[in-house]
């Protein structure tokens, strides 16, 4: 029985593999054969940028357990910290695939060291003081990226830390031919765009075997139990904290790497991009589709991100039909006939593979 429960995991984790292969596939035609329009076409780096947002946040969320409204923080880090890193080997690294992937490492590890020092406070907190500090601390992650002035020349980075506001780009002393790449409260500007639907795709597959497969292990089991019983899983000698902190690091070091590949998209970005509502907006997509549910996330990432842009014809009334959608979609997935039908077919879908499998 272990066994075949086992065998219908790996199948599925299989399953979401293809899943994701066949729609890079699809897409990638559409595009090439401009079947898709330039709108559509903008949308695809974004969209996998939200989706390993969507699933790592999941992570948090769904598998730990954990509310956390900070995560458009992390999501900045990766995201200057790609840019600054991409725009200042510009000359070193003239292969841009070579410093997109190394943009989206750095962006992944300086939002996983993050990730470690606002866990330290933070995780001996649970429940809604755990929501209200991580949304606390994505702030202050955004207003201390505002506050930077980052330029770079032959001698190496020029980083101004500009809290009074009475600095500009010119105190940062360039020698000829230098640039500067992040102007503080402007952000950052004439970035070169180098990232691609490719490299999001490739990103996505990353997201999806690193979180599927600590699901799966001794380690994401533990995890797990320290969801659905913290006490239990501290009386058996799980190291609740460490487990927490796993997650939590995981988690944030993915929406790094998102962040570096969403910030090299755009030749102009500010930090306020990376605010609240963006944390919100994230967290609308793990919710829909379900907590725990990767798959679910994908999913409800790519209908909900690609809906406002498929009612723009509806002009001033596509955000209202948007909320009506949403609203809607939330009261039928938390219909109790909805989830009574939807489990006794996956029970029955269950017991014929199972009967199949023994036969």
């Given at each position: ?9 790996v ?12 729609a ?44 956390s ?15 600054i890193?991409?725009?200042?080997l ?106 691609t ?162 036969q």
């Open positions: 029985m272990n066994i075949t429960k086992k065998s219908n995991k199948r599925s984790d299989l399953l979401t593999y293809a899943g994701v292969m066949l890079f596939i699809v897409l990638t035609l559409l595009k090439n054969n401009g079947v898709l329009n330039r709108s559509m076409t903008g949308l695809l780096v974004p969209i996998c940028c939200y989706i390993v947002m969507a699933v790592s946040l999941n992570l948090t969320v769904g598998i730990l357990g954990d509310l409204l900070g995560h458009a923080g992390f999501m900045s880090v990766g995201a200057f910290t790609g840019i890193t991409a725009m200042s510009a000359d070193a690294i003239p292969s841009v695939a070579l410093r997109l992937a190394l943009a989206m490492v750095v962006g992944a590890f300086f939002a996983a060291i993050m990730g470690f020092l606002i866990g330290i406070p933070v995780l001996r907190l649970k429940g809604d003081y755990l929501a209200i500090v991580t949304l606390a601390f994505g702030e202050i992650i955004k207003e201390l990226i505002t506050c930077l002035i980052v330029g770079s020349d032959s001698n190496g980075l020029h980083i101004i830390f500009n809290v009074t506001g009475s600095k500009s780009a010119n105190d940062l002393n360039l020698a000829e031919g230098g640039r500067i790449i992040i102007k503080g409260a402007q952000g950052a500007t004439g970035t070169q765009t180098i990232a639907f490719t490299a999001g795709f490739i990103l996505i597959m990353i997201t999806l075997v690193i979180v599927q497969n600590l699901i799966r292990s001794r380690h994401g089991r533990a995890i797990m139990a320290v969801r659905d019983n913290r006490i239990a899983a501290e009386s058996v000698g799980i190291p609740v904290t460490r487990y927490r902190m796993m997650a939590f690091v995981t988690s944030a070091a993915l929406a790094g790497a998102a962040g570096a590949l969403f910030g090299l998209n755009y030749s102009n970005l500010a930090a306020a991009k990376f605010d609240f509502n963006t944390s919100i907006l994230v967290l609308v997509f793990v919710v829909l589709g379900g907590l725990g549910n990767i798959w679910g996330s994908i999913l409800a990432t790519v209908v909900l991100y690609v809906l406002p842009e498929a009612l723009r014809s509806f002009a001033n009334y596509r955000m209202l039909i948007y909320a009506i959608v949403l609203i809607l979609v939330m009261l039928a997935t938390n219909n109790p006939i909805l989830k009574s039908a939807v489990a006794n077919f996956r029970q029955r879908f269950q017991k014929n593979k199972e009967e199949v499998t023994e």
